[in-house]
């Protein structure tokens, strides 16, 4: 019998058959290969046009995966003596992840970071001046507004007027401000410094000892800089924010730079460069995975919490442009501060533990967001409510 | 990560005759690009005629289909493929197939449908080189009537190619609408646990792309291996998307979960495109106040999904013109995370010429880093500024973070001054800087002998700081009396 023909009758008598089961039957062969069989009915089946044989039968089947991370993230502190206390890090399971038992759950949400500034000569965007108005230009106030009105947790202070080529500005200044900004708010303060070498150092030699009592961050030590400031760190018990430029092993070498030091692990933060949304945050988004996937597969020269300026979200022109200017991208209103959600939420979803942020609309969103992850799951889901989208009059 | 295919893997099945038919010179440059992706297995034309290599062509698709399989959507140019990923994060490897961004649309707007398709057929923005669209519509059965229903597919179908997902829980209204438009190859939402039977068989029979729900994750893998059973070649699972504390964690863990049992496991249930209904915000929470704040809360979920690497995603926000805003923020999200990063986006270093630029044009400095040159040039061409834009070698760093890192400094500037003999195109000796860099001011110009002018902080400020500010004559004096 020609092929064609006996596998068009096998496929006949095979039709609706599931299995075949031979008795008494002797196969006497050199070789055989018994995949033959159901490719054989396969193309069979083809040959008479007929659909793919499609059973209808209910088929149970679980959701299996095997992943495992032995890591553990330093957990780091912000510490006022005589006030709040922030912590970061601790994690033990990539950001956000619930499922890998109640033991794994990361136990702190990612914190935020408001900027104050010692000038506002950059002139901030317009969406942000609109929110603070006339604090803007007193830094103990705009700290006091950011944590009465907007619920600040954290404050960082950047001294940006001390570089030559930004005024040049005494450091005593600096110190004077940050003196009184830990007179008004009662919430952990971040150092910043200015990007000059020699004003940073003499900025946190002057603001290290001043704020001894405190275990606030120098940010931060860079290549430049490392060597005067992280010293610092240690003898007056500081964190220090460990600053390299979107690589990674640059960072790895600073770690451990800082760690010879003798900065103890439980004081250092990392910050890998943070870029800004549509121009390179993707970057930054790979290192940061890379480094807190590598920290909780066992690495512990990466194993701490990572911080970034989210703020950058602001230096992209789709956040500040007016729309006048840019009339096809919509109300800045919204898109400003839903950039540096989006810059700071996505990057929170790799690793961020520390979002230093500028607006306080987009600040409290990325908080209550992040925030929603670290509550128990409800044990009735509202089910209905979810399939209602398919056929509901949605509001607008 | 599952065990990825070596090259030497694929080598080892073709026949190594480096015929060269297929345009490699070698079989073992065909096997990399095989891996690559830039190819495919037809692309060998010794596999495909040669009927003893047949053996050899099974076992390498098998070898190079990836682990999460690619679902399509739609039929012609705008056609949507979703899903097909070989890994969890990007820096593994990359993202191969973007988010699909489906708007839904409901079916009973009546004269307004016409107008709010055409508007999402065209709308795209422009960024970077890319042209960033939407992927396609979700059709709603508001109506609940099938001839409705129906009529507004087919509507749709008539005046765009943008591909549809079909979304009815009635199977009836489903089925009877995907029966009209099937050649368009919609998308069907969705089968579950009581409508399997009736959708997987049409969609089997028709080969259609079939979503198919269930909030309990064992459920969802036994529909997926159900609808496998009945013979339906491509499924797109949803897990659900529920908002608020808690209920948040649960929708971002199915999704991993997903992903990781198809990419990491090999589960040959939850090998499918995953999906996410951001839209369904406003059927979960209460919706009164200010409708931004809550768009705010759409997004924000969506934006979650394009990070994670979600394969589709349906929204709400995003139909109206006024709402670009928020398609601008998740596009530019998805070109970010889908950006393949085996490739840097540097620019070519260089002095280039923009318009006719005379004698005493000015000169423009900026980095190598694409995403900084581009808009640059853009803003200098647009204003119709004939100039010199002098692009330097920052290791392909934009200006913020390679001033920070001194990438950008006066020594790397005034290399490039003379690499590429930038005064000898003018006759003055004045460089502008982006108002980012100001710092380094200083030090270029001892560096590079030179007068410096800080420019604006954006380029989009060039235009009017060329027209107030471009007096070369006098910045020359200075420089001159500098040198006395």
């Known amino acids: 019998m020609p092929f064609e023909e006996l596998s068009k009758k096998l496929a006949q008598l095979m039709k609706d058959t599931q299995e075949i089961e ?50 553990e993230i330093e957990t780091i502190q912000f510490i006022r003596s005589k006030g709040k206390t922030v912590t970061i890090g601790g994690e033990k399971s990539p950001p956000f992840y619930n499922f890998l038992g109640l033991e794994k759950r990361n136990p702190n949400p990612p914190a935020v970071t408001y900027d104050v500034f010692d000038t506002i000569a950059f002139s901030p965007p317009k969406p942000i001046k609109e929110q603070y108005g006339d604090v803007l230009k007193s830094p103990p106030e705009w700290a006091k507004f950011a944590v009465d009105k907007f619920g600040a947790d954290l404050i960082t202070f950047h001294s940006l007027s001390i570089d030559p080529g930004m005024g040049d500005a005494p ?8 003196e009184d900004i830990l007179q008004a708010v009662n919430v952990p303060v971040i150092i910043g410094c200015s990007g000059n070498k020699k004003k940073d150092i003499e900025l946190f030699e002057k603001t290290a000892p001043a704020t001894e009592s405190e275990v606030l961050m120098l940010s931060a030590a860079d290549k430049a800089t490392w060597e005067e400031v992280i010293p610092l760190a240690v003898k007056y018990d500081h964190n220090c924010l460990l600053w390299t430029s979107l690589d990674l092993n640059n960072q790895i070498k600073m770690n451990k730079d800082a760690i010879e030091l003798g900065l103890p692990r439980n004081r250092i933060v990392m910050d890998p460069t943070c870029a800004t949304l549509g121009y390179g945050m993707e970057y930054s988004f790979s290192i940061y995975q890379r480094m807190r996937m590598a920290g909780l597969l066992g690495e512990k020269d990466l194993a701490y919490p990572i911080s970034g300026g ?12 007016s729309e006048k200017m840019a009339p096809e991208w919509g109300l800045r209103e919204y898109r400003g501060p839903m950039w540096e959600i989006l810059n700071a939420l996505s990057l929170t979803l790799v690793g961020l533990d520390l979002a230093m942020m500028f607006h306080p609309v987009a600040a409290k969103n990325v908080k209550d967001i992040t925030a929603q992850f670290f509550k128990e799951v409800p044990k009735e889901l509202n089910e209905k409510g979810y399939y209602d989208w398919a056929s509901a009059n949605l509001k607008r | 990560m599952g065990k990825r295919a070596s090259p030497l893997d694929i080598y080892a099945l ?11 010179d070698t079989c073992m440059a065909f096997a990399t690009d095989i891996l690559e992706r ?29 682990p999460q399989k690619p679902v399509i959507i739609g039929v012609g140019d705008r056609k949507c493929i979703v899903g097909g990923e070989e890994v969890l994060m990007r820096h593994q490897l990359t993202f ?26 065209d709308v795209k923005i422009e960024r970077m080189g890319d042209t960033l669209t939407i992927e396609g519509i979700a059709l709603r059965c508001v109506s609940g009537d099938v001839e409705t229903f129906k009529a507004a597919a087919k509507k749709i179908t008539g005046i765009s190619g943008l591909p549809i997902i079909l979304c009815c829980l009635n199977p009836d209204i489903l089925l009877t609408a995907a029966g009209e438009i099937k050649e368009k ?19 089997a029979q028709n080969s259609l792309p079939v979503v198919i729900t269930s909030p309990n994750m064992d459920e969802l893998i036994s529909l997926s291996a159900t609808m496998q059973k009945l013979g339906v070649k491509e499924i797109v699972l949803d897990p659900g998307t529920f908002y608020g504390p808690g209920s948040i964690s649960k929708t971002y863990d199915d999704i991993m979960r997903l992903r990781t049992a198809a990419i990491d496991n090999d589960d040959p249930n939850a090998c499918w495109p995953v999906m996410g209904v951001p839209a369904s915000y406003w059927t979960q929470v209460d919706t009164n106040g200010d409708v931004v704040m809550h768009q705010y809360q759409e997004v924000i979920m969506a934006a979650i999904m394009i990070a994670i690497d979600t394969s589709l995603i349906i929204l709400h926000t995003g139909q109206k013109k006024d709402e670009i805003w928020g398609l601008l923020a998740l596009m530019t999200l998805r070109q970010s995370i889908f950006a393949d990063p085996r490739i840097y986006p540097t620019a070519e270093p260089g002095c280039f010429k923009i318009g006719e630029p005379g004698p005493d044009a000015p000169i423009f400095v900026t980095s190598n880093y694409r995403m900084t040159k581009i808009p640059v040039e853009q803003d200098l061409q647009g204003g119709n500024i004939d100039c010199w834009l002098l692009v330097v070698d920052s290791e392909g760093i934009g200006i913020e973070s390679a001033v920070a890192g001194g990438q950008f400094n006066g020594g790397s500037i005034a290399e490039a001054v003379n690499e590429f003999k930038v005064f000898e195109k003018v006759n003055h000796r004045i ?48 420089f001159a009396e500098r040198g006395d």
Request: net charge negative; glycine share 6%; proline share 6%.
């Open chain 1, 171 to 178: 450091v005593s200044k600096s110190v004077k401000f940050l």
């Open chain 2, 96 to 121: 191969y197939n973007k988010a699909g961004i489906f708007i839904e649309v409901p079916d009973d707007m009546g004269a307004d449908l016409e107008n709010t398709i055409k508007y999402l057929n």
């Open chain 1, 310 to 321: 989210t703020t950058n979200a602001w230096g992209a022109r789709e956040a500040w442009m």
């Open chain 1, 22 to 71: 031979l008795k008494d039957v002797d196969l006497v062969a050199e070789y055989l290969e018994f995949e033959m069989l159901p490719q054989m009915i396969a193309s069979a089946a083809q040959a008479m046009g007929m659909p793919a044989p499609g059973v209808a039968q209910w088929t149970p089947a679980k959701l299996k995966f095997d992943i495992n991370f032995p890591g």
């Open chain 2, 185 to 203: 190859k919609p998308l069907l939402y969705a089968a579950t646990k009581e409508t399997w039977e009736k959708i997987g068989t049409f969609a």
């Open chain 2, 38 to 66: 830039k190819i495919t297995l037809d692309d060998c034309t010794h596999l495909n005629q040669d009927p003893k290599q047949a053996k050899k062509l099974a076992k390498l698709r098998e070898l190079t289909s990836p």
């Open chain 2, 431 to 478: 460089l502008i800087i982006p108002g980012m860099a100001a710092r380094i001011s200083g030090t270029l110009e001892d560096e590079a002998n030179c007068y410096v002018l800080v420019g604006p902080r954006d380029s989009s400020g060039i235009p009017k700081f060329v027209e107030e500010l471009w007096t070369p004559d006098k910045y020359m004096a200075e």
């Open chain 2, 14 to 24: 073709l026949d190594k005759s480096n015929c060269k038919d297929c345009g490699y």
